[in-house]
């Protein structure tokens, strides 16, 4: 009782769309649930009817590419990445990570994989976030996939200035010799699932491949909650 009436004096919100949860619902409500722009790449698995996967071919190999979510600018999956890096919403990465961890799941892609791997933060953005949005999505993955989530498996070397309004050549060059595996044993002959937020270019990615490939692991997939 204590609790219904907590939730009429302070109504949570939802991270999507700024309304009121209703009893049940958890940081997204049902309406925007509805309407979020799933990808379902899932289903075309890694052949040339999924678009994500056809970002890396000819750059380096990955075995599969899936995103959760369209990135629609100005729209509900914008404001849910906003809240996610810099709201403090870290609870909204995990939650966003079962929900298609799950998915995921129910087309045995958990079967695949051995462990979950995020592109890691800078030091420096780690003290000023206080988590790193990747490994909350990761966790959220590990725990409906039951796959173990190394969150330091790979270390950014250096601060790299944004992405935001570079292209493709920029955003390779910016990120390129930044990332390296302090124990390659981690990945070491294991299929490596590689997430982060939001894909645009896949620059990111790719020089994490390339570089957890060159430590021994045996294959890299990636997962994003969003692509551009």
Not at 32 to 49: M, N, R, W
Not at 204 to 216: D, F, I, P, R, S
Request: with cysteine; aromatic share 10%; proline share 4%.
């Amino acid at each position: 009782m204590f609790e219904d009436v907590l939730s009429l004096l302070f109504p949570e919100s939802c991270y999507a769309c700024s309304g009121a949860l209703a009893r049940g619902e958890k940081f997204i409500c049902t309406n925007c649930s509805i309407k979020l722009p799933y990808t379902d790449f899932h289903v075309h698995g890694a052949t040339e009817h999924n678009p994500l996967q056809r970002r890396f071919w000819g750059k380096v190999p990955v075995r599969f590419a899936f995103a959760y979510l369209y990135f629609v600018p100005k729209g509900r999956v914008q404001r849910l990445l906003h809240q996610l890096k810099y709201k403090g919403a870290q609870e909204l990465g995990e939650h966003l990570g079962q929900r298609y961890g799950s998915l995921l799941s129910d087309h045995q892609y958990n079967q695949h994989f051995d462990v979950i791997v995020p592109v890691p933060l800078h030091k420096y953005k780690m003290r000023r976030r206080g988590y790193n949005q990747a490994e909350s999505f990761g966790l959220g993955l590990s725990q409906s996939m039951n796959l173990p989530s190394y969150g330091h498996a790979l270390v950014r070397k250096a601060n790299t200035a944004t992405q935001t309004r570079k292209n493709r050549f920029d955003r390779w060059k910016n990120v390129e010799d930044v990332f390296q595996v302090p124990r390659p044993e981690q990945v070491r002959d294991k299929h490596v699932l590689l997430v982060d937020d939001v894909m645009t270019t896949g620059a990111t990615l790719e020089a994490c491949a390339v570089v957890l490939l060159a430590a021994g692991a045996k294959e890299v997939s990636v997962v994003t909650i969003a692509a551009a």
